[in-house]
């Protein structure tokens, strides 16, 4: 069992940067993957970058390529999302998942966060 605690979301204007954190409970944190994924409103979760437990493999969504930045730390059972150059079109509610294999898909996810809320202001 994993439980995961998302902070660090609030109103940004265009163009600033924010840090989200996801602190994970469970001494085997260090063998998930762990993903990031956004849902505006009305619209599907979708993925937004992912790490394997190493951090050796990154995946990003393309909207977010050159802007957001993904790091562990597997001995602070903590995943980082880095989010530079925001946009309005990043708003949403920003969810952390974590599962043994590394994926950008949804479904694939056992565990999740209750999210925490990014707003851009233009």
């Known amino acids: 069992q994993v439980h995961l605690v998302e902070s660090g979301g609030g109103l940004v204007q265009a163009g600033g940067s924010l840090r989200l954190s996801c602190a994970a409970s469970?001494?085997?944190?260090?063998?998930?993957?762990m993903g990031w994924f956004r849902q505006a409103p009305g619209q599907e979760r979708t993925f937004v970058s992912a790490?394997?437990?190493?951090?050796?493999?990154?995946s990003y969504a393309d909207s977010v390529k050159g802007r957001f930045t993904i790091s562990r730390d597997n001995a602070k059972n903590t995943v980082y999302l880095q989010m530079n150059s925001l946009k309005p079109e990043d708003t949403a509610v920003y969810y952390c998942a974590a599962d043994r294999n590394f994926s950008a898909l949804v479904d694939e996810y056992d565990y999740w966060g209750q999210g925490t809320q990014v707003t851009v202001s233009s």
């Open positions: 469970g001494r085997t944190f260090s063998r998930y993957a």
């Open positions: 790490i394997t437990w190493s951090g050796g493999t990154i």
